[in-house]
């Protein structure tokens, strides 16, 4: 109900899960990093050339490109956030993917609002670097935890399943 899923520790099946996590989550990053990348590029060129430096025309066209790159990164990469954040919700409490969620999809509305109604600001730069930013945050403590868990379970290979007692009187084996 929290949003674990329960299983048991089965060794084939266990690194196989890790592996497809990691497979997934190396997607979503390089999905939010080519976005990311593709919009910065579009919306340095608004901001070096400052207020009426650029011809509302290609200004336009640039928010569209940035619109049509930034969709994937929203609704693909930044899906995890959604899925938890919903998670958190019906649990009742309120998680860090719920203000992260609600960050992302209001960036995005409103920059779309932006470029459809011809006025006002976008932040479809800023929507796909924050994504970026913490898929990557994501992706390395991804890796951390995926080493703990490899150490933990090296550790335990190691410790014998049983052990004798010697005392003065006898031997009981435990």
């Not at 960036?107 to 459809?116: D, R, Y």
């Amino acid at each position: 109900a929290i949003g674990y899923r329960p299983h048991l520790p089965l060794a084939g099946a266990e690194a196989a899960g890790r592996q497809n996590e990691r497979r997934n989550a190396l997607k979503r990053l390089g999905v939010a990093g080519l976005g990311m990348m593709q919009v910065m590029m579009y919306a340095i060129a608004v901001y070096l050339a400052g207020e009426g430096g650029i011809e509302p025309a290609y200004e336009k066209l640039m928010q569209w490109a940035s619109l049509a790159m930034t969709t994937p990164v929203v609704f693909y990469s930044a899906a995890v956030f959604y899925r938890n954040a919903w998670r958190d919700i019906k649990a009742g409490q309120a998680g860090m993917d719920v203000p992260v969620s609600i960050a992302i999809l209001a960036g995005f509305c409103g920059s779309l609002v932006g470029v459809g109604s011809q006025s006002g600001e976008v932040y479809f730069d800023s929507v796909c670097m924050f994504t970026f930013l913490l898929l990557i945050g994501r992706f390395i403590e991804l890796n951390v935890r995926r080493k703990y868990f490899d150490d933990i379970n090296l550790s335990n290979t190691f410790v014998p399943t049983s052990a004798r007692l010697e005392t003065s009187k006898e031997l009981v084996n435990i």
